[in-house]
């Protein structure tokens, strides 16, 4: 039985079988050992259902995002830059517009959500590439982030600008079982501080972040 299997099936021990199934769909794409290019792979061959799966009643990301970006931004929201990293079909693009937020661009690998999202006009502009250590296709200083992957975090702070914010929302068991966070978030964060290229403003764990599974929320101030 494979580790895909096997968490499903303790997963499936506790909930019903609409949950079992949108479980498995996330922990597939995410799963230990996949490749960049696998799991983009997979978003694709999920795209279909992606929506059904990862949607408001299960996936509470997009809202607890969206929320934490407006709390740092209590005016002027409307002129307040923003750059949704790994913004699959726009969920967390629609709760930031609802907030009053009206600038935003959009980046995913996964051009089959990226269309979806390129569908709702939530976006100015849409870049279909990685974060990862390469060059970002934006302009220096002029952005403020939402979900990141560690690998990127150094670009992040490139094109954030001074006083603004990156704000990092994943699942908190992340940080023990998915061994790139595990081994180098940390040091990847504590040498962005002591660079003083950002500082940490919080750092708040949230219930029910994905169905009964605790969320994090990470928010850096850019110097």
């Not at 967390?92 to 089959?112: A, I």
């Amino acid at each position: 039985m494979s580790e895909l299997e096997k968490e499903v099936k303790r997963f499936a021990e506790t909930h019903n079988g609409e949950q079992v199934s949108s479980y498995r769909a996330v922990y597939n794409v995410g799963r230990h050992g996949i490749s960049t290019k696998e799991s983009t792979d997979a978003y694709h061959n999920w795209s279909a259902t992606y929506e059904q799966d990862a949607g408001p009643d299960k996936f509470r990301g997009p809202v607890i995002a969206a929320e934490s970006v407006a709390a740092f931004y209590r005016t002027h929201r409307d002129k307040v830059l923003i750059l949704d990293v790994a913004c699959g079909t726009g969920f967390v693009g629609q709760e930031l517009q609802k907030r009053g937020f009206k600038q935003m661009d959009g980046l995913d690998p996964c051009s089959s959500l990226l269309e979806k999202a390129r569908a709702k006009n939530i976006y100015r502009k849409e870049f279909c590439c990685y974060l990862n250590d390469k060059p970002l296709p934006i302009e220096d200083r002029g952005m403020m982030e939402g979900h990141v992957p560690c690998s990127g975090l150094y670009q992040l702070a490139r094109v954030v600008k001074p006083g603004g914010l990156v704000c990092i929302v994943m699942r908190e068991e992340f940080l023990e079982h998915v061994q790139e966070y595990r081994d180098n978030l940390e040091p990847v964060i504590t040498d962005l501080e002591s660079r003083a290229i950002w500082r940490l403003a919080s750092r708040t764990v949230v219930p029910n972040y994905f169905l009964d599974k605790n969320g994090v929320v990470f928010n850096f101030v850019k110097c």
